[in-house]
Each structure stands twice: as structure tokens, then as C-alpha cells.
């Protein structure tokens, strides 16, 4: 098992940055990747972004591309997701999931944390 925990969501203005991290504990070994996942009132979970666990592999939605960093600290077992010219249209749950294979499948999901951008 791999436990997700994340923080680092709030209230922010547009045109603001925000930094969310994601702690992982247990079988990390056993991570293949990460990502951060967003859930809009009413919408779908999209992927944001994701990063491989033990490469430099990163993937960005084009709604985030430009405006987002995905990056790892494994000695943490932290992966963060620095986002920057934050706009209303980001305010969603953000939540962190790992995959334990390279499939597109993820495995294991944090409890999510609320980013709210106020116009």
C-alpha cells in the first residue's frame, strides 16, 4: 500500500502562484509515477501533470503547460506541483495519485486539496 497525503491548497488571487506537495509513505519503492489530478464542480478528474518516479519523464495538460512545474524530491518520497498565473478557471480539487506499473492506470489517490483562485 501507498498512503498519499496533500497539502498546500487555499485561497489564492488570480495571477497568483500556489505550491502543492504530495507526501508518500509506505511501498514507495513500488511507485512508477506520479501525478496530479484536478476535479472542477461538475467536471470530470482531469490529469494535470505527471513524473516519472526514477526518470526526468514529465507530461502537462496544455490547459497548465507553461504555468505548471511538476518535480520530485525522492529523498522526500515529495512530489510537488508549483502552478503560477493562477486564473478562476484552476480552482478545483487537486488530488495526487501514484501508478505502480507503466500503464495509464493509477493505483493509489490522496484525499485531494482545495484550490480556490478568486478573481
Known amino acids: 500500500q501507498v498512503l498519499l497525503v496533500e497539502s498546500g491548497g487555499g485561497l489564492v488571487q488570480a495571477g497568483g502562484s500556489l505550491r502543492l506537495s504530495c507526501a508518500a509513505s509506505g511501498r514507495t519503492f513500488s511507485i512508477y509515477r506520479m501525478g496530479w489530478f484536478r476535479q472542477a464542480p461538475g467536471k470530470e478528474r482531469d490529469l494535470v501533470a505527471a513524473?516519472?518516479?526514477?526518470?526526468?519523464?514529465?507530461y502537462y495538460a496544455n490547459s497548465v503547460k507553461g504555468r505548471a512545474t511538476i518535480s520530485r524530491d525522492n529523498a522526500k518520497d515529495t512530489v510537488y506541483l508549483q502552478m503560477n498565473s493562477l486564473s478562476p478557471e484552476d480552482t478545483a480539487v487537486y488530488y495526487c495519485?501514484?501508478?505502480?506499473?507503466?500503464?495509464?492506470?493509477?493505483?493509489?489517490w490522496g484525499q485531494g486539496t482545495q484550490v480556490t483562485v478568486s478573481s
Open positions: 495519485a501514484a501508478a505502480s506499473s507503466p500503464t495509464l492506470s493509477y493505483d493509489y
Open positions: 513524473i516519472n518516479w526514477s526518470s526526468i519523464y514529465t
